[in-house]
Every structure is written in C-alpha cells, then in structure tokens.
C-alpha cells in the first residue's frame, strides 16, 4: 500500500471519530436538557401539591375565654351551747352552835412490830447495825439434773464480809441431796450482796450465815 493511502486512510478514520464525537456531545446535551425538564417539572408539581394538601388541613384554633365566676362560701362559726348551770352551794356551816363540852372520841394507837427475823443466815431484823441481804442470785439449774429430771436442794455456808462481799462459801453436805447441784449453787452464792453489820459504828464480818438453794423442774 502507498503513503498516499495510508494518509487518506487516517484522514478518513479522523472524520469519522470527529463526526462521532460532535453526535455524542449533541446526544449528551439532549439527554442533560431533557432530565432539567423533568426535574424541573416533577419539583414544580410536588410543590403545588403539598401546598394544597396543607393548605387543606389546616385547623385554626380559636381560643374562647371563659367568663367564670368564683363564689367564696362565708362559713359562719357555730355558737357554742350555753354552759350548764353550776351546782348551788352547799350552806355554810353554822358554827354558834357548837358545843365545847361535848364528849370526846378516843382513839389509841394501833401496835406495830417492826422486828422481822429469819433463821438459818436470811436475818432480816431491823436492829441497830444487823446486815441485811441486798442483791441474791438465782442459780442456774445444772445441765445434767434437768436431763435426768433429778430435783433437790442444797445448802451452802459462807461468811459475810465487812463490805457485803460472800468469802469462804463451802457446801454443807448433810444438807445437799445432790452433788450436781453443788457448782451452781457456790458460784450463786458468791453473787450475793449484803449490807454488812455493824457494831459501835465500825462493819464487822459475820461468819456461818448460810443460804438454801431449791432446785425444781417446773413445766
């Protein structure tokens, strides 16, 4: 093939991609324009629209004032009753009448005995300086008798001190029917409190006071 072909060749392949392209700028305007349109239009309808769906459902409130008229109620206090007529009172006495001389009504003294005593260490006499029992605990009823069911009592004997404190509390055995109840009735004993005697003015101890411990099972 000769270069003039070749060059009319391309010249012609040129023409046509240059004719081609002006086509499809021109289609591509066409397209562009016509799309504005529509925008345009489907905008323009939609706004028409809801202007007159709102323009349609629009409520106007109206608001009324309401004449109102407030009665205040006056309460009136009731009257209390009438007090109740107070009693007549009674006559005075007539004294003029009285009579020195008239006879007399004798009254003698009722006797009292204020000496209490109680055996076995619970002396409760009143006398000048005697001591006198102040606090006294209950023992605790020992664990094993109340199992058994055992009851009894027993006895124990201490010294009173000169300050009302218990010392030296031993148990007498002729007189404790167990040997269960001998721990719980010592550590009774040695709680109590008494008002020491006293004797020309000075408290002195008082030996062989002693003190019953009962112990039975109650329901």
């Not at 016509?34 to 323009?44: G, N, P």
């Not at 007549?88 to 209490?116: F, M």
């Not at 029992?133 to 209950?138: G, R, S, T």
């Not at 058994?148 to 404790?176: A, N």
């Amino acid at each position: 093939m000769s270069a003039t072909t070749i060059n009319q060749h391309l010249s012609q392949n040129q023409a046509s991609n240059l004719i081609r392209l002006i086509i499809g700028l021109i289609a591509a305007l066409a397209v562009t324009l016509s799309l504005f349109w529509v925008m345009q239009y489907l905008i323009a309808t939609a706004d028409r629209s809801l202007n007159e769906d709102s323009a349609g459902n629009l409520l106007d409130f109206v608001r009324v004032k309401r004449d109102e008229t407030i009665e205040r109620r006056q309460l009136k206090p009731e009257k209390p009753p009438p007090p109740d007529a107070p009693p007549p009172q009674p006559p005075t006495p007539q004294l003029d009448n009285l009579n020195p001389n008239a006879e007399k009504i004798a009254i003698s003294a009722v006797p009292v005995e204020t000496d209490i005593e109680m055996t076995g260490g619970f002396s409760l006499g009143v006398g000048e300086g005697d001591y006198l029992p102040i606090v006294k605990v209950a023992p605790i009823y020992p664990n094993r008798a109340l199992t058994r069911g055992i009851e009894g009592f027993c006895v124990v004997q201490y010294t009173v001190t000169s300050l009302g404190t218990i010392k030296d509390p031993v148990i007498v055995e002729s007189q404790c029917t167990s040997s269960l109840f001998h721990r719980a009735s010592l550590n009774a004993a040695l709680k109590f409190k008494y008002k020491p005697r006293v004797i020309d003015g000075e408290a002195v101890e008082v030996p062989g006071v002693q003190n019953k411990f009962t112990y039975e099972i109650t329901e």
